[in-house]
């Protein structure tokens, strides 16, 4: 069955509309989900606080987005979006303020140097460099920081570890080196060669398939054993390319593929696994380009904004969409990307609709908050791989691959030590 959150993501095709609907929600929430229907109002206080923590459940968001699409009077649509972000940020957390200080300040200096250097209209980059400007301004001093330059040294150990590892699937890739974008036809053509040639020393990956969906972005599906490329992703880079694939399916996939061979359990998650499983593939799409990827950055500030930062009200869908269309607009200016408006704006839709999702979609601001999971995680992976020397380094990589695990969580260690080792309760717990 179709996850909670996936459930509530809006059709694709609908991905522009002035307001947000989800056909056949009704219908399924009856099906699947009535007992979370008849009782969601009892796990919140008056103040719209999740006031019973032992209900929570995913299952909640299509019972309140549902209540959201029934309600009658903006007060109720308005009360009914306030649950759905308080439920939101109690099972996946908010972007830190420190953080996000810092990410706003590296992110102001990267696109005032692309503004520079662009034949962009000043009109259109204006939004986003404007507010960030504005939020920079009120920024504490050690905020200007980058976030990345403790990573340097771990990030350049990580690339030389996944070029040696995987040169052979990356091969594939260096065929196109002088080629300055790929189209999604392409990416989906390479990707598939790719595997079929990792897939000769990994024979697990031989069941692995890449197949088109109608969206603007890329993901893997490890119980259909799927890669899924979309039909309306833009233009990249090789190197962008090499950065997702290994995201995707050096990370998301192996991990599955590794985990599947000990049990179903490290195949598709323990308990928990979630934000480490995005913060890694982060972290591994950093190695290959040196820098945090835009979109963690942008994830993780758009989520703060539409939840209110810095002394603005919450940002509405929009808005949000405003801000994040200039950005990549400058972007692609300034990398003179070969630019289709409409699959940018698919896009750029893509991203603001994962957080809004849910909800009305107008001026009725309701906020998924997982997507800050990315970056939260990526901190939280590099912390514990930076723990290792040099030479350990190999070893702990191999660890955190090995299945759909949290490393920095010692039950789940232990429980791949007693998987794979057959180590019992009474022994003592030893890290990677």
Known sequence: MTSPLKLIMPPAEQYDAPTLSYPRLRQVVKQHYQHEYDSVEAIFSDADTISDKASLSNNYFPAITLKIQEAT???EQQRWSNRLTALSVEQFGRPDEVAVERLIASELLHLQSLRRRSSLPTDVSRPVIALYERLASSTKADATVP???QQATLLAHLKAYLDATYRD?????DEYADQPYLSADEIAAVYQEMVDRLSLKRWALREWKVVRTNSSQMAVNPRQKI???????????????????THEVLVHAQRSVRGLLVTSKLAYGLPGYRQAEEGLGSLMEAAIEGRLPQRIADRYIDIALALGYGGLPQLTRQQIFTIAYARTRLRQSAAHVPVSDDLTRRATWQHVNRIYRGTLGNDIVGVITKDQIYY???????????RYKSDMLPRAIDFVLSGKIDPTSPEHRLYVHKQRFSI???RKESDS
Do not use: C, H
């Open 73 to 75: 009077t903006r007060d």
């Open 147 to 149: 976030p990345l330059s």
């Open 169 to 173: 699937g990356f091969a594939v890739l």
């Open 227 to 245: 890669i899924q490329v979309g039909r309306f992703l833009p233009s990249l880079s090789p190197l962008r390319a090499k950065s997702l694939f």
């Open 376 to 386: 939260a995680g990526y901190i939280e992976m590099a912390t514990y791989l930076s």
């Open 424 to 426: 019992n309760e009474s």
